[in-house]
């Protein structure tokens, strides 16, 4: 298995060490998207458009998405 | 409700024979025997409850009535609704007699489903989620896993497939005790193993298969000999409403690369597209109709399972922390996820056809619930209890002094600090490293001289950082160096190495003498370097450490910096002059 896999933040590839997360898909692409989605002004999907959490795995090839936060219905 | 797990062969039998959450016992490998199945021959076809209560009609009464009135005598000729109503039960009667002929009804089944809760038994605000209320909170989820329950006592079953206890605080300090207890309170039927599970060690993991009243799953992780893991089942069988419902567990094939290595060197890792297919026929055979995969092995490799592995009905997914809010028909299987942290619970109610072995109708909009814990929300009054009792103990245990300083801690972002120099020490102790790197900025508070608190290294690294190893060059330490250098309000906080920077000179060029030990750096060496996973990501633009090979996941950082106040107090650290800066 390698020890590094390729994935693609907005279409933009990124190279992280197998293991690691949709985060640090956000801090190896811009560090400011990676703040931005903490403090919950962007939310990441998957290429499906199903939302990620930051901490959720990644595999080689994965594609996601960020798209600005918007307001949620209540309840 | 009997309640079955195991494989014969393989699985090391618990040893104890404990309480199911139904009042049953745990009685070990066995089939999964229909009441009126006889061994070796297939279960019966179910009959739907109301079928039943009304057999004595069917079986005595109707039939004598139908005859009548559908072969009726001269005398009654002319009434041809009633004979309708005669044929009507005359066919009952053929039914009654032959139920293999029509097939048994569809069952109602409902699976109650989380995953990836990470110790998260405390609601928070999310604001995807909604704008004002707080989210998650186990109390609310207690209650609203009991509403559901309510509404098919009979034939639920509750699963979580995975990362329950490692994460939030009051989990993590009590190695996911509260989680453990909650989730036997509410009866919960099976767990799968995720990564996280290994993230304590296996005596840890073995505490909590112990103390759990509802069996662990991996069908996919086994030690050198073959076996599976103490404590660990491969699947488990349940009945409901007559169906015997097959669980099997899989574990992410990533599992070295996502907790401790040294806690999962012994186990071999297999494909589970390659362990599924005989563990399916092995549920079967034992009675299994309806067939559920609890997965800790994130959508993607779930998409694929249900494509190379044929006769799966439902995937209960968890680990890559997915918000699927409807479930997706993958080929003929199912597959659900309920996000993370408890935000929601999955509601899969499904009608399950057990004569021809398919799930003929499901939950096909809004199976995701989301959980809000607002004053107004129920609340599980038991599970509240017990989680004000852990808040108490959490406070307690925070406030408690784990250690001493003898001089102030400080953090700094732009030159060497003693807290830098403490928490990067305590990196390279941890792993062996030659050199360690941390970021200034991930240290966030300072420590006063006296005494250390949990609460204060929590604030001081309020991130969840695990320690990431690999080897660099000294080229490529150089290059970071630089980058340090150039950056100038994030200068790397070191260990191992000393470094002389000269800010005047242009960026890219700024450091002027590296030693490593009592050596200068040498370009063409490789050293072993340790840093935190945010900078091995390339966070703060350190784009050199996305550059190292061998690479090892290690514990969390804070952790290791708690140990090591807890063992070497009174800690005195000072600044040594790791980091200059030459002036003009």
């Known amino acids: 298995m390698k020890e590094t896999i390729r994935v693609f933040v907005d279409d933009t590839p990124v190279s992280l060490f197998r293991g690691m997360t949709v985060k640090h898909a956000l801090m190896s692409r811009d560090p400011s998207l990676y703040r931005a989605a903490m403090n919950g002004e962007i939310l990441v999907t998957d290429e499906l458009g199903h939302r990620m959490g930051l901490e959720g795995s990644l595999l080689e090839g994965a594609r996601l998405h960020t798209r600005r936060a918007g307001p949620v219905s209540s309840d | ?584």
């Open chain 2, 1 to 584: 409700m009997r309640q079955l797990f195991g494989n014969p062969a393989a699985t090391p039998l618990r040893t104890r024979k404990g309480e199911t959450d139904r009042g049953g016992t745990w009685v070990g490998p066995s089939r999964c025997f229909h009441p009126r199945q006889k061994p070796g021959k297939a279960p019966p076809r179910e009959v739907s409850p109301s079928f039943h209560s009304l057999s004595p009609f069917f079986g005595v009464f109707a039939p004598l009535l139908g005859c009548c009135i559908a072969f009726p005598g001269p005398a009654r000729e002319k009434t041809r609704p009633v004979r309708a109503v005669g044929l009507v039960l005359f066919s009952f009667l053929l039914l009654s007699l032959f139920p293999g002929v029509c097939g048994a009804e569809p069952v109602d089944l409902t699976i109650l489903h989380v995953n990836d809760l990470h110790g998260h038994i405390l609601p928070f605000t999310e604001k995807s989620v909604h704008e004002q209320e707080p989210v998650s909170g186990a109390a609310a989820l207690a209650a609203m896993i009991q509403r559901e329950r309510e509404r098919n006592p009979e034939g639920t079953l509750l699963l979580s497939a995975g990362d329950m206890f490692q994460g939030a605080p009051i989990s993590t300090v009590f190695h996911g005790k509260p989680v453990l207890e909650i989730m036997n309170h509410l009866r919960f039927d099976a767990m799968t193993l995720g990564n996280h599970e290994f993230d304590w060690g296996r005596d840890v993991l073995g505490e909590l298969t112990t103390a759990a009243r509802f069996p662990f799953l991996s069908a996919n992780l086994k030690d050198r000999e073959g076996r599976y893991l103490p404590g660990v089942m491969p699947y488990a069988l349940f009945t409901r409403k007559g169906i015997c419902t097959g669980v099997v567990g899989v574990t992410t094939r990533e599992l070295a690369f996502r907790t401790k290595p040294s806690n999962v060197e012994d186990l071999t890792i297999e494909d589970p597209a390659a362990v599924l297919p005989s563990v399916l026929q092995e549920m079967k055979n034992r009675g299994a109709q309806l067939l559920v995969v609890l997965s800790h092995c994130g959508l993607q490799a779930d998409m694929d399972l249900a494509v190379e592995v044929p006769g799966i009905h439902v995937i209960v997914g968890g680990d890559s922390h997915t918000v699927l809010p409807d479930p997706m028909k993958v080929g003929e299987a199912l597959i659900v996820q309920a996000g993370y942290y408890g935000m929601y619970l999955g509601v899969l109610d499904l009608s399950f056809d057990p004569s021809t072995s398919r799930v003929a109708r499901y939950t096909q909009k809004g199976e995701l619930k989301p959980v809000l814990s607002g004053p107004d929300r129920p609340a599980d009054p038991q599970v509240a209890s017990m989680i004000r009792e852990y808040e108490t103990r959490f406070d307690a245990r925070f406030n408690q002094a784990i250690g001493q300083t003898a001089v102030d801690l400080v953090r700094q972002r732009h030159a060497e600090s003693n807290f830098g120099d403490l928490v990067t020490d305590v990196m390279r102790e941890a792993t062996g490293a030659q050199i360690a790197f941390q970021n200034g900025g991930g240290i966030r508070t300072d420590v006063y001289k006296g005494p250390i608190t949990l609460g204060q290294l929590y604030s001081a690294l309020p991130f969840d950082n695990y320690l990431v190893l690999m080897d660099l060059t000294g080229k490529q330490v150089l290059e970071l160096l630089e980058q340090s250098a150039a950056l100038a309000v994030q200068i790397l906080q070191v260990s191992g190495l000393t470094v002389v920077y000269d800010l005047s000179r242009p960026p890219g060029n700024r450091v002027v003498e590296v030693m490593v030990g009592t050596r200068p750096l040498e370009e063409q060496a490789v050293y072993r370097v340790v840093t935190n996973d945010f900078l091995a990501a390339g966070g703060d633009r350190f784009t050199a450490f996305k550059e190292g090979k061998n690479v090892t996941a290690r514990e969390s950082l804070r952790d290791v910096v708690i140990d090591y106040v807890a063992k070497r107090s009174p800690i005195a650290p000072v600044t040594e002059g790791r980091i200059t800066f030459k002036t003009p």
